[in-house]
């Protein structure tokens, strides 16, 4: 098993640019979240998907952000009109929900986003 | 809100010592917590998983134990090697919502 794939590592914009990053998930997997990695804010959680359905994107800033799961396998967010405070590790993880009812997330290894 | 709390940002100690990480947590649902670990460059991966039909979980030479009663939760290990160095993260699940709720993270690193 590969585990979680993201794509590409690392990715440069400049100011205004669109950045879309991938995430494939563990094959069987039911739900695919985000989460944003920063020095000063640590690790927050942006959306997650289940069984392809947006479920939680509590965590989404309202403008700019969005995110896709158009088939089991993939996964995708995208930053329009990057500014240099989206710069981060982007995180996506994938998991099988437990019967406990609490979710075991497996994590990608991430894509770094600068912008300039 | 559900929230989690770690007050050690960083740890340093030496090979074969005692390593103890606190942190505690806030919920109003029934909590399963975890201990994730990142290596640098890589994702943060499960390194140990304890529920309320337990209170207490065992890997890779690490013990976590949470005290409901407290809201702590804890991680030790008796005597830690260079190869433990990365960042150490309480986690917080709640039952039927999805997310987990990361702590702040601890920063251990190992003296040869």
């Known amino acids: 098993n590969a585990g979680v794939i993201q794509t590409p590592r690392h990715k440069v914009t400049g100011k205004g640019q669109e950045a879309t990053l991938w995430c494939e998930p563990i094959?069987?997997?039911?739900?695919v979240f985000w989460y944003r990695q920063t020095i000063v804010q640590g690790l927050e959680f942006l959306t997650y998907f289940r069984n392809q359905a947006p479920i939680d994107d509590s965590g989404m800033p309202k403008e700019r952000f969005s995110a896709q799961m158009p088939n089991q396998s993939h996964s995708t967010l995208k930053i329009q009109s990057t500014q240099p405070q989206d710069s981060a590790v982007y995180l996506c993880?994938?998991?099988?929900?437990?019967?406990?009812?609490?979710?075991?997330?497996?994590f990608g290894s991430g894509t770094r986003l600068t912008v300039l | 809100g559900d929230s989690v709390t770690q007050m050690q940002g960083q740890v340093t100690l030496s090979e074969d010592d005692f390593l103890f990480i606190n942190c505690t947590y806030s919920?109003?649902?029934?909590?399963?917590l975890f201990w994730y670990v990142q290596y640098p460059g890589e994702g943060p991966q499960l390194l140990l998983k304890?529920?309320?039909?337990?209170n207490k979980g065992i890997s890779r030479g690490f013990e976590a134990t949470y005290d409901k009663g407290t809201t702590s939760f804890h991680l030790q290990k008796a005597s830690v090697q260079e190869s433990d160095s990365a960042v150490y993260y309480c986690?917080?699940?709640?039952?039927?919502?999805?997310?987990?709720?990361f702590g702040q993270g601890t920063k251990l690193s190992i003296k040869p």
């Open positions: 919920t109003t649902w029934y909590p399963t």
């Open positions: 094959s069987g997997h039911s739900a």
């Open positions: 986690v917080l699940g709640v039952y039927n919502q999805g997310k987990l709720i």
């Open positions: 993880a994938s998991s099988l929900e437990d019967r406990d009812g609490a979710e075991t997330l497996y």
């Open positions: 304890v529920t309320t039909a337990n």
